[in-house]
């Protein structure tokens, strides 16, 4: 596929400056960033100037997702959940999970470790085979879901039935409410789903290792542990 269109927006350095390590996952809400440590024992909080441990797990974490309310881990037991303040830590499914994404309502979605079966954790639980094994997982606010396998992104609707895919090297990748957003060497892209696959935008050049979504704001860490933040626009 060709980048039919090359733009460079102006991106904005986070108040914190390097952080001292290039964490193995990110999680962004209003006004918090979490990000999973070096060693994947340890959360850290970041507000403002101040970065806090927050969580410590006695067995190393696979993966971390948050809202709002509650943060989402998880490690060789399942899926633990607790509190913004670390308190209520409990298991919320047992099992060997690879990857943990919740959307804008609430709705968590588990990717086994496998990779070829996919859990819908809502009122009640539903279980979905995926026709393809993946290792990431990432959800929109609109319910839509990013699977990610090597070189190739695909996008399914709730229940994970195909829908488009990327192919390409990347190393992370988000869905926001402006569509998909690809971390590569290059920098970062933006692909319009509504228009897919002709209208891609270039919205940072810099060597990025980590990108998470919060409404219309991209956030994103690069190889020197630094974070900032976009706000691509049509």
Known sequence: MSLAILLLLAFVPLEKGTIPFIPKDMAVTEGHIYLLGERGLEIYELLGDSLQVIYSSESPLRA???????LYLLDREGLKVITRGAEGAGVLKGGRFRDVTV?????????????DRLYVLDIGEEE?????????LECSPAGFLGLGR???????????IPLE???????????????LY???????LRIDLESWPS?????????????????????YMNARGELYLTFPTN
């Open 128 to 136: 979905f085979t995926l026709s393809s094994p993946a290792q990431r």
């Open 64 to 70: 971390i997702d948050a809202d709002p309310i509650f």
């Open 199 to 219: 209208s891609y935008r270039m919205i940072s050049d810099s060597a990025i290792q980590l990108i998470d979504c919060n409404g219309d704001t991209v956030y």
């Open 103 to 115: 959307s804008g309502l609430g709705i968590v979605y588990l990717l086994r470790w496998e990779g």
């Open 150 to 160: 090597e070189k190739e992104i695909e996008i399914t609707d709730s229940r994970g």
């Open 182 to 188: 690809v971390a590569n060497e290059e920098g970062i």
């Open 165 to 179: 895919k990327f192919t390409g090297d990347y190393r992370d990748f988000a869905l926001g409410p402006g569509g």
